[in-house]
């Protein structure tokens, strides 16, 4: 089992950038595939990127690619969202989301991951 918490969201501007921490316990974390997802007023939660556990393979939303950059740190039970010519769209609560056996093409969906953080808002607006 694993517990995760978020950090790192905040206001900025358009074009601005901002990095997301997911802290994460457990004695197994090394083995757990790790995704952020986010979730807008009114609309479902959508994956934005994920990170095997050996972080040999990143898959991305198409809305991100080239933005954001997911990487993790297994020494330190850290897994980052670095974020880039941030827009209004990525205007959301963030989520990070952590389980084991999650087969590579499951990655994307929501329902592969048992262990949730509370999230942390980011907010792109002039």
């Known amino acids: 089992q694993v517990h995760v918490v978020e950090s790192g969201g905040g206001l900025v501007q358009p074009g601005a950038s901002l990095k997301l921490s997911c802290a994460a316990s457990?004695?197994?974390?090394?083995?757990?595939?790790i995704a952020w997802f986010r979730q807008a007023p009114g609309t479902e939660r959508e994956f934005v990127a994920g990170?095997?556990?050996?972080?040999?393979?990143?898959i991305y939303a198409d809305s991100v690619k080239g933005r954001l950059t997911i990487s993790r740190d297994n020494a330190k039970n850290m897994v980052y969202l670095q974020m880039n010519a941030l827009k209004p769209d990525d205007t959301a609560v963030y989520y990070c989301?952590?389980?084991?056996?999650?087969?590579?093409?499951?990655?994307?969906?929501?329902?592969?991951?048992?262990?949730w953080g509370q999230g942390t808002q980011v907010t792109v607006s002039s």
């Open positions: 457990g004695r197994t974390f090394s083995q757990h595939t």
């Open positions: 990170i095997r556990w050996n972080s040999r393979t990143t």
């Open positions: 989301a952590a389980d084991t056996g999650v087969i590579l093409s499951n990655t994307r969906n929501r329902a592969a991951y048992d262990y």
